[in-house]
Nanobody
Framework: QVQLVESGGGLVQAGGSLRLSCAAS????????MGWFRQAPGKEREFVAA????????YYADSVKGRFTISRDDVKNTVYLQMNSLKPEDTAVYYC??????????????????WGQGTQVTVSS
């Protein structure tokens, strides 16, 4: 079992930055692909970014490419999402997810085995 706890959300003005963290329990964090997803009110959950294990390959949604950076610290069992140049449309609950198995970062949420409770990010205009 893996438990994921997100933190770092909050209220920020457009153009600002936030860094989300996701702390994972368990001894096998280093062999799990990690992803960030988000869900805005009235919308479906959507992929944001993912990072594989082994070589740490990354994959981003087009909407955040160049603004967001995903990284991981396998010593601290933590994955991060650095969000810069935030826009009001980035407002959502952000979820961390972990996937067992292949190292390739993927966007399909059904491929992820474990989910956190989410952290709210609100970007004001």
């Amino acid at each position: 079992q893996v438990q994921l706890v997100e933190s770092g959300g909050g209220l920020v003005q457009a153009g600002g930055s936030l860094r989300l963290s996701c702390a994972a329990s368990g001894r096998t964090f280093s062999t799990k692909t990690m992803g960030w997803f988000r869900q805005a009110p009235g919308k479906e959950r959507e992929f944001v970014a993912a990072i594989g294990w082994s070589r740490g390959s990354t994959y981003y949604a087009d909407s955040v490419k160049g603004r967001f950076t995903i990284s991981r610290d396998d010593v601290k069992n933590t994955v991060y999402l650095q969000m810069n140049s935030l826009k009001p449309e980035d407002t959502a609950v952000y979820y961390c997810a972990a996937r067992e198995g292949p190292t390739t970062p993927v966007a399909s949420d059904y491929l992820y085995n474990y989910w956190g409770q989410g952290t709210q990010v609100t970007v004001s205009s």
